[in-house]
């Protein structure tokens, strides 16, 4: 069993930035593959980054590619989202999740842990 708490939302200004962390009590977190995924209101989960176990390898929704960067400290058992150029459609409820497979995944049914999530609002 794995717990993620994630932190680090707020509200801000478009073409702010917000840099979010996902705490895992996961031992050994490179062990899983990590994702982090968004829903805003009315809307559907969506991917928005995944990072492999070791952190050799990224992948990223095509409307954040250039904007956020997805990273891992395995030593301190977290993920970070940096997120640049914030845009108000980046407002969401933004959570972390953990997977066994390897690589890096899009789906979420490829995930097995889930955080609570943290609020991102971006103000135009």
């Known amino acids: 069993q794995v717990q993620l708490v994630e932190s680090g939302g707020g509200l801000v200004q478009a073409g702010g930035s917000l840099r979010l962390s996902c705490a895992a009590s996961a031992r050994t977190l490179s062990s899983y593959l990590m994702g982090w995924f968004r829903q805003a209101p009315g809307k559907e989960r969506e991917f928005v980054a995944a990072?492999?176990?070791?952190?050799?390898?990224?992948r990223y929704a095509d409307s954040v590619k250039g904007r956020f960067t997805i990273s891992r400290d395995n030593a301190k058992n977290t993920v970070y989202l940096q997120m640049n150029s914030l845009k108000p459609e980046d407002t969401a409820v933004y959570s972390c999740?953990?997977?066994?497979?390897?690589?890096?995944?899009?789906?979420?049914?490829?995930?097995?842990?889930w955080g609570q999530g943290t609020q991102v609002t971006v103000s135009s």
């Open positions: 999740a953990a997977g066994t497979r390897w690589g890096t995944r899009s789906s979420e049914n490829e995930y097995d842990y």
């Open positions: 990072i492999s176990r070791g952190g050799s390898t990224t």
